[in-house]
């Protein structure tokens, strides 16, 4: 029982600190958006997706755009995003299953704020965000985005999609704690087992 004591202990140790370390370091980089769905699409074209929205939850809408960078000068490359030039008109528009609209948005995505613009090396990623807006019950979503093309003509879009997050925790921050969890239950049964040793050991009955 004393092996048996010692393994929980250490697998529990192992178990909890893992957790922990991972799941404070996923969360501290988590921005407070959960990707839901991500949909490529067709520029000048209309696409939709359609999402079951949930109780609660916020929800954000977003036309993303990815840049491929290679080829790039090296005095551009080392501007990072500064040096991206990008203009392409957008429409999005959020209904509930009756067609009354819910969320909607209009406007340009290009290197200029409201867009965000993100990443480095070979890649940027430019994104307009919709949003957010609070559900209340749960429901049915139709998501429409009309993207554009670039209509300067200078980048290389290496993928366009339609993006929808929400505030829930990311799968793998609940795995970490998740983990964590299970490994103060481990360390736990060690300890008792170490007490039960103890008393073993040291009460003598009378």
Same mark, same amino acid.
């Given at each position: 029982?004393?092996?048996?004591?010692?393994? +929980?202990?250490?697998?529990?140790?192992?178990?909890? #600190?893992?957790?922990?370390?991972?799941?404070?370091?996923?969360? =501290?980089?988590?921005?407070?958006?959960?990707?839901?769905?991500?949909?490529?699409?067709?520029?000048?074209?209309?696409?939709?997706?359609?999402?079951?929205?949930? !109780?609660?939850?916020?929800?954000? +809408?977003?036309?993303?755009?990815?840049?491929?960078?290679?080829?790039?000068?090296?005095?551009?490359?080392?501007?990072? =995003?500064?040096?991206?030039?990008?203009?392409?008109? +957008? &429409?999005? $528009?959020?209904?509930? /299953?009756?067609?009354?609209?819910?969320? %909607?948005? =209009? #406007?340009?995505?290009?290197?200029?704020?409201?867009?965000?613009?993100? #990443? %480095? #090396?070979? &890649?940027?990623? !430019?994104?307009?965000?919709?949003?957010?807006?609070?559900?209340?019950?749960?429901?049915?979503?139709?998501?429409?985005?009309?993207?554009?093309?670039?209509?300067?003509?200078? !980048?290389?879009? /290496?993928?366009?999609?339609?993006?929808?997050?929400?505030?829930?925790?990311?799968?793998?921050?609940?795995?970490?704690?998740?983990? =964590?969890?299970?490994?103060?239950?481990? +360390?736990?049964?060690?300890?008792?087992?170490?007490?039960?040793?103890?008393? $073993?050991?040291?009460?003598?009955?009378?």
């Amino acid at each position: 029982m004393r092996t048996l004591a010692i393994a +929980f202990l250490l697998l529990g140790a192992v178990l909890l #600190g893992g957790g922990l370390f991972f799941g404070c370091g996923y969360y =501290a980089e988590w921005n407070g958006r959960n990707v839901v769905l991500e949909e490529p699409v067709v520029l000048d074209e209309r696409s939709t997706a359609d999402i079951s929205a949930k !109780a609660g939850r916020r929800y954000t +809408f977003s036309a993303r755009v990815t840049v491929d960078r290679r080829g790039v000068s090296g005095e551009d490359a080392a501007r990072g =995003a500064s040096a991206l030039e990008l203009e392409m008109p +957008f &429409a999005m $528009r959020v209904t509930d /299953a009756s067609g009354h609209a819910l969320l %909607q948005g =209009a #406007g340009v995505l290009s290197q200029e704020p409201p867009t965000s613009v993100y #990443g %480095q #090396g070979n &890649a940027l990623v !430019a994104e307009r965000f919709v949003g957010p807006w609070s559900n209340a019950d749960p429901k049915k979503l139709h998501v429409a985005l009309d993207l554009g093309a670039d209509r300067r003509g200078e !980048a290389s879009i /290496a993928r366009a999609s339609l993006v929808v997050y929400d505030d829930g925790l990311p799968d793998r921050i609940k795995r970490a704690f998740t983990l =964590a969890g299970a490994g103060a239950l481990v +360390f736990l049964v060690g300890m008792i087992l170490g007490a039960v040793l103890v008393v $073993r050991r040291y009460v003598r009955p009378r």
